[in-house]
């Protein structure tokens, strides 16, 4: 691997692990046991490495938020969901600690709002697809609600099972996937509530 993506690799580690505000380019340096020079050779500071490690979470977030125009159901929407959340895993330090990360790099603040933004229309989308297929029994301003907690959940899912658990793993992962489906629940035909209840039982 080349030592650029080594650095921004092993950044977006100590990132998770230590809190973006926590971690210097001397740390990062010293993890890869490199020289200073070297990493300023790639990048010249961190807010660099940041940027970069947020293009590539935009990136990934944003294939997944392109919902395809087609008829879904209960189990696309869960695998979603899903999706979802392994990539707020994977880039977990912009939202164990986002106010203050996105109040001191106002650059990425505005690219956020256009990811949250994007997580409001993909769950629009899919709603109002079930909707259509009267699976979701919902009026437009219940839709609408309903995607703005879907969102809101899912933004500070991380964060609030940090400050219960202290820690991550995949059942924090499979527990956040369930809270936001079980949002969806009260909208949902008795058949498709059972389906979402078996599946709960199997996930958790």
């Known amino acids: 691997m080349k030592t650029r993506d080594r650095i921004l690799h092993t950044t977006l ?4 692990e230590c809190g973006e505000p926590n971690v210097t380019t001397l740390q990062i340096a010293d993890e890869l046991d490199i020289s200073p020079g070297n ?3 790639h ?4 807010t660099e490495i940041l940027s970069e490690l947020f293009e590539w979470y935009e990136k990934e977030i944003g294939e997944i938020l392109d919902v395809p125009e087609t008829s ?3 189990e696309d929407q869960w695998l979603f ?6 990539v707020i895993a994977r880039y977990r330090f912009l939202y164990q600690d986002l106010v203050n ?6 650059r ?6 256009r990811v949250i933004a994007k997580k409001t229309n993909a769950s629009r989308q899919i709603c109002q697809n079930l909707a259509q297929q009267g699976v979701l029994k919902a009026t437009p301003k219940e839709v609408d609600a309903l995607c703005k907690s879907i969102v809101l959940t899912a933004t500070y899912w991380i964060s609030f099972s940090t400050v219960i658990d202290g820690e991550q793993s995949d059942d924090t992962l499979n527990q956040g ?3 936001v489906m079980t949002l969806v629940l009260p909208y949902l035909r008795e058949e498709e509530r059972a389906i979402l209840r078996e599946m709960g039982e199997a996930y958790l």
């Open 177 to 179: 996937v369930y809270q």
């Open 13 to 16: 580690e100590l990132f998770n």
């Open 81 to 86: 969901l899903h999706l979802v959340f392994e």
């Open 43 to 46: 990048f010249k500071n961190k």
């Open 39 to 41: 990493l300023y050779y």
């Open 72 to 74: 879904l159901d209960i």
């Open 108 to 113: 990425l603040a505005g690219k956020f709002k």
């Open 101 to 106: 990360v996105m109040s001191r790099h106002e």
